[in-house]
């Protein structure tokens, strides 16, 4: 095992035999990133980032292909004992099962292309709604559906209009044919008012939706998560009137759930 050494101790040749400079450098920065993990809970494990950089170069991959490079990065972050932070773009809810171990890169490919899937299958089926994959908290992909809160409802309300009705039930279609997806509904609103008047309506709105879609087929069980984020998580600025319609919307994810992950990692050892 190579010893904890500094980069002064290799030029100055004082470094153990055997050691190439690559151990070295590999070993020093290691420490160094341990070192920062202890300062710093927030830290992106390397291994993740290098993951990132292929990901950012190779645009041309699949849901499927990212999930498998995702699930092999988190499962070498979690082997090496060190938090990871998943890379978020502060517009996203952190969502995802709390499974507590590693997903390996055969599993994540498996529920990258369930993924693929139902993304291609809401924005093809579902109207005015923005659909986006995002990772979760166990880097695997989720899909995030994005609904213009002035297409659901009515100004200050939280009563569906009839066109969001007909949106709403085709998303429940595909809620069912994915029984092992986990569902998260997050209402948002812009900062017009008070905080205790956008927290009652961003509620209300998550909660009129998710049970629309319950109305319509899709399991009570599904839904993890219905909560109202008021105005705490804009996506644009509300200093125009563009960014707080942007700003008023309700957005509902799609995540692998345990089940989703424990059939997938049986699958990946057939």
């Not at 101790?9 to 993990?37: A, D, H, M, R």
């Not at 961003?202 to 319950?214: E, F, H, M, T």
Request: hydrophobic share 45%.
């Amino acid at each position: 095992m190579v010893e904890q050494l500094t980069l002064n101790q290799w030029v100055e040749g004082s470094s153990p035999s055997g050691v190439t400079k690559e151990e070295l450098l590999f070993n020093y920065y290691i420490n160094k990133l341990i070192i920062l993990k202890m300062k710093k809970l927030n830290v992106v494990l390397i291994v993740l980032l290098s993951a990132s950089i292929v990901l950012t170069g190779c645009k041309s991959l699949n849901n499927a292909a990212k999930g498998g490079l995702i699930g092999a990065g988190t499962g070498a972050a979690i082997g090496a004992g060190i938090g990871v932070l998943i890379g978020k773009d502060g517009k996203s809810a952190a969502v995802g099962a709390a499974i507590g171990t590693a997903v390996g890169t055969t599993a994540g490919v498996i529920i990258g292309k369930k993924m693929d899937k139902a993304a291609a299958e809401t924005a093809a089926q579902v109207e005015n709604a923005k659909v986006e994959t995002i990772e979760d908290v166990n880097g695997l992909k989720a899909v995030k559906v994005t609904f213009d809160s002035g297409i659901l409802f009515e100004f200050n309300k939280s009563v569906l209009n009839e066109p969001s009705k007909a949106a709403l039930a085709k998303f429940a279609d595909i809620l069912i044919k994915n029984p092992t997806m986990d569902i998260a509904v997050l209402g948002h609103t812009d900062n017009v008012g008070s905080l205790e008047a956008n927290k009652k309506v961003s509620l209300a709105r998550a909660k009129v939706v998710a049970d629309y879609l319950v109305a319509n087929g899709a399991a009570r069980t599904q839904m993890k998560t219905v909560e109202g984020r008021d105005y705490s998580m804009p996506v644009a600025s509300n200093e125009t009137v563009e960014g707080r319609a942007q700003n008023r919307r309700v957005e509902v994810y799609m995540y692998a759930s345990e089940k989703m992950i424990e059939d997938a990692q049986k699958e990946a050892t057939k």
